[in-house]
């Protein structure tokens, strides 16, 4: 995933979604705001002013496409900090539970 200033990018491993019946109907139901690529990217648009509402916008995007695939979702560690990829951009670099999950699909 990528995150700056104007919402983010999602993609997806293999280009696959456990549950795609799921996705469809969320990205159905917000349009306005997000739309599927060409490439199978997911496209997320949001206004974010700053790397913490960034992170946290993130991070609330990532709870719902997890519950969509089936996945059980857990508190996000406080250690979670934005890397810098260029003017108005980041990159969560690594985000990850308090109970030690990877949470980057790796």
């Known amino acids: 995933m990528e995150a700056g200033p104007k919402g983010a990018v999602l993609s997806f491993r293999d280009n696959k979604f456990a549950k795609l019946e799921n996705l469809i109907a969320f990205i159905g139901k917000r349009q306005a705001v997000i739309s599927l690529r060409p490439d199978?990217?997911?496209?997320?648009?949001?206004?974010?002013?700053?790397?913490?509402?960034?992170?946290?916008?993130?991070?609330?995007?990532?709870?719902?496409?997890?519950?969509?695939?089936?996945?059980?979702?857990?508190?996000?560690?406080?250690?979670?900090?934005?890397?810098?990829?260029?003017?108005?951009?980041?990159?969560?670099q690594s985000l990850g539970c308090r109970c030690g999950h990877d949470m980057r699909g790796g």
């Open 40 to 92: 199978h990217k997911l496209v997320y648009r949001q206004a974010w002013d700053n790397a913490k509402t960034r992170v946290a916008g993130v991070h609330k995007l990532m709870e719902e496409i997890a519950r969509l695939g089936g996945m059980s979702v857990h508190p996000l560690s406080t250690a979670v900090t934005p890397r810098k990829r260029g003017p108005g951009q980041a990159m969560v």
